[in-house]
């Protein structure tokens, strides 16, 4: 996978090169743009953004301090009426007691070319909605007036926030994009880390220009830098550098999702900036994030996080009794691993740090990601165990690639042995150690000691998790099928087919067997070790079914793997944009006996067949024997990787195909 | 609390609150309401009172036992509230398994957001719903709410069963009204459950409903509002956001429409009238002058969903859609009819239910109902119907999104309730015409022609504006049958006047035929296979229907490889039944060709459940039969 190095962290003359592209303005919208009838390097484009400009200034406001003055202007064509939700925007703000943003919209006008000329529609205060989204956040939305194929529109929006931020910048969409230009304006006293990710790669100019500031009486307060707080009257002056970042990129071609990708937003190019140390004069340095050791320092002192990890009176009497006679190491992770999955429910929140705080989520039996590893953290800790929290990036949260405080959303635990890191998650009733749910696969977590030294830990499968079957079928004379089979999954197989039965009534259950194997009829129906989640589950059933053989011309055509064989390959597209994501490694075996009808002989049997991929990335095995009136049949298909690379999507297609090829082969049998 | 008659009222109040709080155990829950049960409803009050024609407050309480996830998805623990609706109270308590108390949300631990998604740009209407993370099931909630509404247009139905996989241990609905008011009520579906009415008078009504069964939710069933027990409600005389109104038929419901809520929002400035008289020009003809309206309006505006203060029932004004050029199906709708009015046309607003399933607007109850709104235009002896929310709809055209089903019509003298266009199931077409090769190693190329026409028309024409990798997308499910398909060449025709669209398709792909034995096998239909898709059902309970019928006919020339001769040949066949009727043919011909003949009529219907399994097995031999083999033997 190309994305997955870190990009470096100096955030300092990467580029320079002067961008000689067109000026963009609003208002200069020109007849051949507005007579353009389709993208000329995308023809299919329902719109594009001819341009978007947006900058972030930290500027110096007499009221509240430094302040992050955000204006962004674009300009949009839409070719097609698909492309019509382009023409509503809509920008979120925060407000609330702690902070409130505010969003104005200016300058927005719809152009068309009405009999040669350029006709001008002005949003008004009608098509402008303020909405409140939840108790912290509100949203403004503007749709444009008149907007019709062809027509292009234009609008500026401003947020004004006290806080030092700034926001995600994307380059790219789901439609393309000429030419986006984003600049920053940061006061020396602030720090900023950078990071940039998606397949291109906007430019990047930096430049220094003095500045200053006049503040009229006042005096400094630690955290935010010069805010009122005295009324003493006196006049200062400070002259300061402020660094100008500019990124420019052009031509980004739109974003499209594709199968088997773990979130579209990984290839997104796009730049985020993260505060990451504030040093005014004559102040400490307070640093936020510079690298890991520093990110990790100021999640570990967030009240809602060390603090919350370090404390244990709450559960101290129930560990006491519960862990009573266990000794091993093994017994204790288990037993507090379980008393934390019984006791307190995930609420669906996610979050490295604590909601509800630890105390109150366990007294109310529900909490957030944060409230409940934590938890399991401290509690595994007070058992003796070199026990640390693991701070995750789940799928749909994207890759952390630089270290900042915001690229995390979750956390786990992971318990120290001699033989490696054993990781838990006890806010999913089916996971057990080592294998977690799939949302929290996605590449590296980061494991924070007690000491404040923190290292990345694989959060990759590298075990393949199995799904070996076994099936005993006969076949009469009209081609009628009856067999038993049975079917164990292990690890990541097994905690899937656990969540897949646990929702389902037994006959709910079984009639989706049913309508998903080809119609057959299931009765025996059991399973093993279901609640015994250490083990694999198994499920046995015997089972009959009408439409898994064809007679054709008095004889019998049969695919030997009924209804497991794989019959579509998942790789239909010519061409992949994106690494192909498994989630773990497999090895998927398959054992079948045969007994053919009495009066029929084998006329022609599959051959047997071996696949392998390069760099060991899989085998397929297909090996079939005769003897007397049985056929014997074994197959296996492994593959040893979560992610492929685009670079292998060919080679794992054509072994997909051959793989189908081979398992819809089928055997014919003839009357004797 | 200073005044001590305030502390005497306070603690008579907490005392008579306590009382009235009870325990609900699992324990006492009989094994028959627990089969198939998401939930049991251990207790569902309904009280309504009408203190006047502005005046609705609905008070909701309601204890249900929740097993497991999706009883608890099921539950409706919200209220709906707006300008003229307040909610006065809303507050849950949850029990545990054993009905002991362990917690209670109240007012403010509800969370509060807007009903605005996806579809709306913005909306007044708000709600406040319950966010609660059951820590083990099963357990107990009541909940409590109290509502008070302006707006007596719309008095809640009560559905003592809301949704599959619930049963009822009691439930109750009681409505206090003025008896001058004109309150009515239509009961629905009371047959074979235990619906008792206890009060029917002229001031009051009131039913209770006990020990129902869990409902399973089985496949082609009619939708649970077709199964279900309920009660419509509604007043002759009502209020809708700040207006009064009065129907006792739908003649004077429509005048009320016309003159309260329509008047007044078909004005249009003059340079716009003037425009679209120009645009029609010489046309005499109504028909032909709306077409050309509709194609202005459909170049011309989109659809944008704001719902606010009475815009939810009210069209926003023709003169704003003509400049902003958006709007939602009210303001759409009216924006036409007004540009019809600038050009001598006559044409009405229309209400109905938008749904692909077939939903109509009850005729014997009038009341306010239905969720969109169409224009209508007489045209000779039966009506044209128009679709204002499309850019792309044909003229007159209405798919399978309101067609044939009961509509209200509001015509200035008077509402009408008329029947929208039924799509014959023989009118419903799909035609295939085109040819494969298949080579020595099983490889597979052709093209292909289709043709679809009536109710087919609307899931075929949408292809038209897929990106390329949806289209790729579509392809690739729609032939799912034949693997390794690559598309070569797509172009459409969408022919708008005739309602017909042409999909010209060339693919090809590698491996169709299978080779055993020097043999090469490979079915014959590969174009148009129906897949097996109707489930078992062990002990089916409902009745099923078929909404729509089609009829599809297929005519393929199959070029067979060289060096091969024919060692089976499916034999023709042919099915009839009531269900509909399929036939195929495969004739011989000369230089190694085939001529492969189907047709397939599907008929639209109503049928029992003990009907179901027929209906599976002829679908089943339809698809067992369209994947008939051939089998090539190499010479």
């Known amino acids: 996978m190309k994305l997955i190095k870190p990009f470096c962290i100096s955030i300092l003359l990467l580029l320079i090169s002067n961008v000689n592209a067109q000026e963009f303005k609003l208002g200069k919208v020109s007849i051949a743009e507005l007579q353009e009838k389709a993208h000329p390097k995308d023809t299919a484009a329902a719109a594009a953004i001819l341009y978007k400009k947006g900058s972030s200034r930290i500027e110096y406001n007499q009221n509240d301090g430094f302040v992050t003055v955000t204006d962004v202007e674009t300009r949009i064509k839409i070719y097609k009426k698909e492309g019509y939700s382009w023409v509503t925007h809509k920008v979120w703000y925060y407000n609330n007691s702690n902070i409130s943003e505010k969003v104005s919209f200016s300058d927005a006008i719809t152009y068309n070319l009405v009999d040669g000329k350029i006709e001008k529609t002005k949003l008004k205060s009608e098509g402008i909605f303020d909405e409140v989204r939840n108790k912290f956040s509100g949203q403004k939305k503007i749709t444009m007036p008149n907007v019709k194929e062809g027509s292009i529109v234009e609008f500026k929006y401003t947020i004004r926030s006290p806080a030092r931020m700034i926001r995600e910048w994307d380059f790219q969409t789901s439609i393309p994009v000429n030419y986006s230009e984003f600049v920053t304006f940061v006061p020396e006293y602030y720090t900023f880390n950078s990071r940039q990710k998606g397949y291109v790669f906007p430019k990047m100019t930096v430049e220094k220009n003095n500045k200053s500031i006049i503040i009229s009486s006042k005096e400094r307060v630690n955290s935010g830098g010069f805010t009122a707080t005295r009324t003493e009257f006196s006049q200062d002056k400070f002259d300061y550098i402020e660094t100008k970042t500019t990124y420019v990129g052009e031509n980004f071609p739109a974003m499209k999702d594709e199968a088997f990708v773990n979130n579209i937003d990984n290839y997104t190019s796009s730049i985020q900036h993260e505060l990451s140390m504030v040093k005014f004069p004559n102040e400490p340095l307070k640093p936020f994030s510079t690298d890991w050791n520093s990110v990790v320092k100021t999640i570990y002192d967030y009240e809602t996080f060390g603090p919350e990890l370090n404390r244990t009176g709450y559960f101290e009497d129930d560990l006491k009794v519960i862990l009573a006679n266990k000794n091993s190491d093994e017994e204790k992770i288990m037993t507090i691993l379980n008393h934390v999955k019984s006791s307190v429910k995930w609420n669906g929140y996610y979050g490295y740090d604590c909601d509800n705080g630890v105390r109150k989520s366990y007294k109310e039996k529900s909490g957030n990601i944060g409230d409940i590893n934590l938890m399991l953290t401290a509690m595994l800790r007070y058992a003796g165990l070199t026990a640390n929290p693991v701070l995750v990036s789940t799928r749909s949260n994207g890759i952390p690639l630089f270290p900042n405080r915001t690229a995390f959303n979750y956390v786990i635990a992971a318990v120290e042995t001699p033989n490696g890191n054993i990781l838990l998650d006890a806010t999913d009733k089916f996971s057990t150690p080592n294998i977690l749910p799939l949302r929290t696969l996605n590449w590296q977590g980061r494991l924070i000691r007690k000491d404040g030294t923190s290292e990345d830990v694989d959060l990759m499968p590298r075990k393949p998790s199995g799904d070996n079957v076994f099936i005993n079928y006969t076949i009469d004379n009209e081609g009628k099928v009856t067999g038993k089979t049975r079917r164990q999954c292990t690890d990541y197989n097994a905690m899937i087919t656990r969540d897949n039965i646990s929702g389902l009534k037994e006959e709910e259950y079984l009639e989706k067997l049913e309508n998903e194997n080809n119609k057959i009829e299931i009765s025996e129906y059991s399973r093993t070790n279901e609640k015994e989640i250490l083990l694999p589950i198994v499920e046995t059933y015997s089972f009959t079914g009408n439409n898994l053989c064809e007679q054709i011309g008095g004889k019998i055509y049969i695919n030997p793997m009924l209804f497991f064989t794989n019959e579509k390959n998942p790789f239909k597209q010519e061409v992949r944009e994106y690494p192909v994501d498994f989630g773990f490694p497999f090895a998927d075996k398959y054992n079948i006996t045969i007994q053919i009808p009495e009066g029929f002989s084998v006329e022609s049997l599959p051959a047997p067949a071996v696949m392998t991929m390069e760099d060991n990335l899989g085998t397929f095995k297909y090996n079939i024997a005769v003897s007397g009136n049985s056929l014997q049949l074994v197959v296996a298909h492994q593959i040893n990787e979560a992610i492929v690379g685009t670079d292998k999507y060919e080679m794992l297609k054509e072994y997909y195909k051959a793989m189908i090829a081979k398992e819809t082969e089928k055997i014919v049998l003839k009357r004797i | ?113 807007s009903v605005a998604d996806g579809g709306t740009l913005f909306s007044d ?271 007159g055209y209405q798919g399978t999104f309101t067609d044939d089903r009961d509509v209200l019509v509001i015509k200035p003298e ?195 459940n003990k009907e179901y399994d027929e209906y599976r097995l002829f679908m089943e031999q339809v698809s067992k039969n369209d994947n008939a083999k051939i089998i090539l033997a190499k010479n």
């Not at chain 2, 089969?35 to 009050?45: F, G, P």
């Not at chain 2, 006990?210 to 007043?235: C, H, T, W």
């Not at chain 2, 009408?416 to 266009?421: A, C, K, L």
């Not at chain 2, 022919?495 to 169709?512: C, G, H, L, M, P």
């Open chain 2, 1 to 113: 609390m200073k005044s001590p008659v305030f502390a005497l009222f306070f603690l008579l109040f907490t005392l008579i609150s306590s009382a009235q709080k009870s325990e609900y155990p699992i324990t006492t829950i009989s094994d028959s309401l627990k089969e198939n049960a998401d939930a049991v409803v251990r207790l569902d009050q309904t009280d309504i009172i009408i203190l006047s024609q502005r005046s609705l407050n609905t008070k909701n309480h309601w204890v249900v036992t929740v097993f497991n996830k999706k009883g608890f998805d099921g539950l409706s623990a919200y209220e709906f509230y707006d300008k003229s609706t307040s909610i006065k109270n809303i507050e849950a308590i949850i029990y545990d398994a054993s009905g002991k108390e362990i917690k209670k949300i109240r007012r403010k631990d509800f969370k509060d957001q």
């Open chain 2, 414 to 608: 008077g509402g009408e309730i008329v029947r929208t266009t039924i799509y014959d199931d023989k009118g419903n077409t799909q035609t295939d015409k085109g040819n494969y090769t298949i080579d020595e190693n099983g490889n597979f190329s052709g093209s292909l022609l289709i043709v679809s026409e009536g109710s087919q028309y609307s899931s075929k024409s949408r292809i038209e504006h897929l990106q390329p990798t949806e289209k790729e997308k579509y392809y690739k499910e729609y032939w799912d049958n034949i693997n390794n398909l690559k598309l070569d060449k797509i172009v459409f025709t969408n022919d708008k006047e005739n309602i017909r669209f042409t999909e010209n398709i060339q693919v090809s792909a590698i491996n169709y035929g299978v080779i055993a034995a020097n043999k090469l096998i490979f079915p014959v239909d590969a174009f148009n296979q129906n897949a097996n898709t109707i489930k078992r059902i062990r002990n089916r309970k409902n009745p099923f229907q078929i909404q729509r019928g089609y009829l599809d006919s297929d005519e393929i020339e199959i070029n067979l490889p060289n060096g091969f001769t024919i060692e089976f040949l499916p034999a023709n066949y042919e099915l009839k039944g009531k269900f509909g009727e399929y036939k195929t043919e495969i004739i011989k011909k000369e230089n190694n060709k085939l001529v492969y003949k189907r047709s397939m009529f599907l008929n639209k219907g109503k049928y029992s």
């Open chain 2, 125 to 395: 209407n708000r709600y406040l719903f319950l966010d609660y993370t059951p820590i083990s099931y099963p357990f107990t909630i009541e909940f409590n709410s109290e509502v008070q509404t302006s707006s007596t247009a719309f008095i809640p139905k009560w559905m003592p069963l809301r949704s599959y996989g619930v049963s009822i241990e009691k439930s109750f609905l009681n409505v206090i009204y003025p008896a001058d008011l004109g309150f009515k009520k239509k009961e629905i579906q009371f047959l074979g459950f235990n619906i008792k009415k206890i009060t029917d008078t002229n001031t009051q009504l009131s039913y209770n409903a006990s020990n129902i069964l869990a409902q399973k939710k089985e496949d082609y069933s009619p939708s649970y509002r077709d199964l279900f027990p309920k009660v419509m409600m509604g007043l002759e005389h009502f209020h809708l956001e700040g207006v009064d109104g009065t129907a006792t038929n739908w003649v004077d419901f429509g005048k009320w429409y016309s003159e309260k809520i329509l008047s007044g929002t078909t004005d249009l400035p003059e340079e716009t009238k003037s425009k679209i008289k120009a645009f029609v020009g010489d046309e005499k003809d109504p028909i032909k002058k709306a077409k050309l309206v509709y194609d202005f309006v459909q170049k011309k505006s989109r659809y944008v969903s704001i719902q606010v203060g009475i815009g939810g029932w009210k069209p926003m004004l023709a003169t704003d859609v003509d400049r902003l050029g958006y709007g939602d199906c009210k303001a759409l709708t009216n924006y036409t009819k007004a540009l019809l009015q600038a050009v001598d046309v006559p044409s009405y607003n229309t209400v109905l239910y938008g749904d692909s399933y077939k939903t109509n607007i009850e005729a014997d109850f009038v009341a306010m109902q239905g969720n969109h709104m169409i224009l209508c235009i007489p045209n000779g002896n039966h009506y044209t119907w128009l679709e204002c929310t499309s850019q792309d709809d044909p003229f």
